[in-house]
């Protein structure tokens, strides 16, 4: 069997339009990019049963699951033998695992150091053991053995390989960095090792995971040497939208990517906002995970931001008023200080938030033309009134919507690149002009 | 009020005869309420009727969900309606203060503000006054108590609660009814009593729908055989769509709360409703079918949901228990709902640790359990096998006839129905 393989169909402006084939175990599976991941905790949509989930027309092909929320669950994994796609009733989706749940920040500190001795590259770099994930009882330490155990339990179509990503903050010494690489490439080899000898990873993919935190020498190490292992693709770490900047962003991945194989998809973790995707993405990432929606939901805000461009360029100057414009305002941005709810973030110019009073009387749907649930059946009033109350329906219709939203932002930003109109795409999406032959209203 | 009187005046409502019977009928269907009764067991007091009601007929008896605030707590309306759900409530009392009635009126009513095409029953707002709220006083011209959002003083009228009723628009609204514990003795019962009288008579007056909104009176009486029999013997002359069985299901004894159940179904007409409040639990459900009753509503089974427990035909299944961890059929094999047909208890026990839809999942199912119930009950007694049904229902629920409940047996007796 092949295995997965990336269908390059065009290269716009350093954006790659793509399908990844051959995914899962009879290779049933096919992911459009750039594209997203649906995000999931303990392999469930937030808030959404499968009818509820299962009302969303356009559901991207992979889901994906993170061992910060697994890992405690390695026993009845263990005992139950068919994986966590079928231990949690999900759809027939190609399923990725990631070390940690990008919804969640995850406390640093805790990559052991156990003095073992290591070969690697004919170099004796003293390598700790072990990673660590953060369940709900608490931290969970896996060496190689566990975690490829832990994968064998769950059997995912793909995972990213064990990774030392705690040089996000800032000021991490460009030693910790340099030592990060290493750890990193060493788990990698370790896995590698495993996972052959695992049957029920016969069907499994491997992603390497890039490191090097802002440092460019060790990015480009890190991409370099990853790119050497028999890997089905990459993961990038240590990009958080809380850890960097998107300027260097993009500059460091640029960086890395031209290091790494075309016919290799990039998946890059941390990232969600659109401008930031948009940017990454031409940079040349593939793959998103798709915490974003979430995030919006759980701070009571409903993603409303234009995404359409104008079929006819000609026209762009009598081009209709954008979703915000028929909806009769901007959403406002307010005070970032006011807006930070903990791990949600801060509320951004995508967004609405519904739990504003301007919302008390409004009977329109959250987005005119968006066919979700949420803005079939309710109006923005219901969904402020669920919000002022507390009410658990607020976060099933709001992740309903959140997620069609997003899901037809990466629709789009597919068609931008298949039709050549990225910089008005950009433009109608961030709001800021980047020439193309669209009119800023 | 003079046409009111008039009006019930020329039907008498208990144990009418048959000319008295077809006023009564005729009366009825003036309303936009019609019961017809299809089938009656032979042996005890259950019947199994259509209710027909504006926004569509009902299967009775019927189990109805509470979704307190507009909504049933992480449930969408399309579920419900998946669900079988015909009627389903709605609080006055909480939807009175948030968005409030002026709002709702605005959204097209509550159907149309919670998009809710089936039927729907508002309560007075009285019982959260009293179990709620600060409590100020209650006189003649209502119930004062401070508003727990901005602690000003608020009176609650008859006239109010009807207003604000009106504006959401339900299908069944609810007299304001004094309402006293049941574990409360003395003149207090009897005032209560007379008083609810006095209150549903102008809440009847207030009423500006008659014609799409069926106030349904609330006997009360406490546990006072002579207070209840005097309060049915007085609303039931009044000309209501139906009537509500009060006062009871608050904490008194099993063998007090029956036996004030089957006097006041021996007293309420048969051509209309019978509603007992808050009574939702699976053996108190088939008991008082068995006395009479037709309607039933209770926060309990979507409230135990959030905590995790699943009802089942044989009990509860407590699944952020342990012993679930490793469990991986469903809650009930023979369930039907969304969540037994995809989902194991394992699964579900280790979703509880990491998201609401857990309790989604268990809340679908619970409301499938209690509906599911309810059909079954519903067709045993159209098939004339309802003491079966009775039967082998206790026999799933409890592990030997040494655990059925006496109060439950004495009241299967007393209509006839023995369970060993």
């Known amino acids: 069997r092949g295995g997965m393989k990336l269908e390059l169909s065009k290269v716009v402006q350093g954006c790659r339009l793509g399908v990844l084939i051959g995914i899962g175990k009879t290779g049933q599976h096919s992911l459009e990019l750039p594209g997203c991941l649906l995000y999931t905790r303990c392999a469930t949509v937030p808030h959404l049963t499968q009818d509820t989930l299962h009302t969303l027309t356009y559901l991207p092909a992979g889901a994906q699951v993170a061992l910060d929320g697994l890992a405690e669950h390695h026993e009845v994994l263990e005992e139950f033998k068919e994986g966590v796609r079928k231990f949690a009733g999900l759809h027939d989706t190609a399923l990725f695992c990631s070390l940690h749940d990008p919804a969640t920040n995850c406390p640093t500190g805790h990559v052991t150091n156990k003095n073992v001795a290591c070969a690697l590259a004919m170099t004796v770099i003293v390598v700790p053991q072990t990673v660590s994930v953060w369940g709900s009882g608490g931290r969970i330490e896996m060496t190689a053995a566990r975690f490829i155990a832990m994968q064998a339990v769950i059997q995912p179509d793909c995972y990213q390989s064990m990774a030392d990503g705690e040089t996000w903050q800032t000021n991490t010494s460009r030693k910790r960095v340099h030592k990060a690489v290493n750890r990193t490439l060493a788990h990698l080899d370790e896995c590698l090792t495993l996972h052959h000898k695992t049957p029920q990873l016969k069907h499994t993919e491997v992603f390497g995971v890039v490191e090097g935190g802002d440092i460019l020498e060790e990015r480009v190490r890190s991409a370099r040497e990853t790119a050497k292992r028999p890997v089905a693709g990459f993961v990038l770490d240590g990009f958080q939208s809380a850890a960097m900047e998107q300027e260097l962003r993009g500059q460091l991945i640029t960086a890395v990517t031209a290091e790494l194989p075309v016919e290799k998809p990039r998946m890059l973790q941390g990232v969600g906002r659109p401008d930031e995707v948009i940017a990454c993405v031409e940079a040349g990432v593939d793959l998103f995970e798709g915490f974003f929606p979430f995030q919006v939901t759980e701070r009571g805000c409903a993603l409303c931001f234009d995404y359409n461009v104008t079929p006819d360029p000609e026209a762009a100057a009598l081009s209709p008023p954008t979703v915000l414009e028929l909806n009769g305002e901007r959403p406002a941005v307010e005070d970032p200080k006011q807006n930070d709810i903990g791990n949600t973030g801060t509320m951004t110019q995508f967004e609405m938030n519904l739990k504003d009073i301007r919302y008390r009387e409004d009977f329109r749907p959250l987005v005119e033309g968006c066919g979700c649930y949420c803005c079939k059946n309710h109006h923005r009033a219901y969904v402020h009134h669920l919000l002022v109350t507390s009410e658990l329906l607020a976060g099933v219709l709001l992740m309903l919507h959140n997620t069609a939203h997003y899901l037809g932002f990466f629709r789009a930003l597919r068609e931008a690149i298949s039709h050549e109109r990225l910089q008005d795409f950009k433009t109608t999406v961030t709001k800021v002009d980047f020439g193309g032959r669209k009119q800023l209203h | ?420």
């Open chain 2, 1 to 420: 009020m003079n046409k009111v009187f008039k009006m019930a005046a020329a039907a008498s409502a208990t144990r009418a005869a048959p000319s008295d019977m077809a006023a009564a009928k005729t009366a009825a269907s003036a309303a936009s309420l019609a019961l017809h009764v299809l089938a009656e067991c032979p042996v005890s007091k259950a019947r199994a009727c259509v209710l027909k009601l504006p926004h569509g007929a009902v299967n009775t008896p019927v189990f109805m969900p509470v979704g307190t605030q507009g909504t049933l707590k992480g449930v969408t309306v399309a579920q419900l309606e998946e669900l079988g759900c015909q009627i389903c409530l709605g609080n006055t009392y909480h939807l009175g203060m948030r968005p409030g009635p002026e709002l709702i009126e605005k959204a097209n009513g509550l159907h149309g503000f919670m998009n809710w095409k089936r039927n729907l029953l508002t309560d007075s707002g009285g019982f959260q006054m009293v179990s709620l709220v600060e409590l100020s006083a209650v006189t003649e011209e209502g119930v004062m108590f401070r508003s727990p959002y901005d602690g000003r003083e608020i009176l609650l009228t008859p006239e109010q609660s009807i207003a604000i009723q009106n504006s959401l628009g339900s299908d069944i609204i609810m007299q304001l009814d004094d309402v006293v514990s049941s574990t409360v003795t003395g003149p207090r019962v009897e005032e209560a009593m007379r008083r609810s009288i006095r209150w549903l008579d102008r809440c009847a007056a207030a009423n500006k729908n008659p014609h799409r909104q069926n106030l349904f009176a609330i006997i009360q009486g406490g546990l006072n055989a002579e207070l209840r029999k005097a309060c049915l013997d007085e609303m039931t002359k009044r000309d209501v769509p139906g009537f509500a069985i009060g006062g009871l299901s608050g904490g008194e004894e099993k063998d007090d709360f029956w036996k004030m159940v089957t006097l006041s179904t021996d007293h309420l007409p048969r051509g209309k409703p019978r509603y007992l409040m808050g009574v939702g639990y699976a053996v108190d459900l088939v008991v008082c079918v068995a006395l009479g009753c037709d309607m039933f509503d209770c926060v309990f089974p979507t409230r135990t949901a959030r905590f995790g427990s699943a009802l089942v035909p044989w009990g509860s299944l407590q699944l952020k228990q342990k012993q679930y961890a490793k469990d991986f059929q469903p809650i009930d094999p023979e369930c039907q709902c969304a969540t037994c047909k995809r989902h194991s208890r394992a699964y579900l026990h280790a979703l509880f640790k990491s998201d609401t839809a857990a309790m989604h999942h268990i809340t679908v199912h619970n409301i499938c359990y209690q509906l599911t119930l309810m059909r079954s009950v519903r067709d045993s007694i159209i098939e004339q096998r309802f003491p079966e049904f009775v039967r082998s229902f206790m026999k799933r629920m409890f592990p030997s006839s040494e655990q059925y409940p006496s109060w439950a047996e004495d009241a299967l007796a007393s209509v006839n129905i023995t369970l060993d």
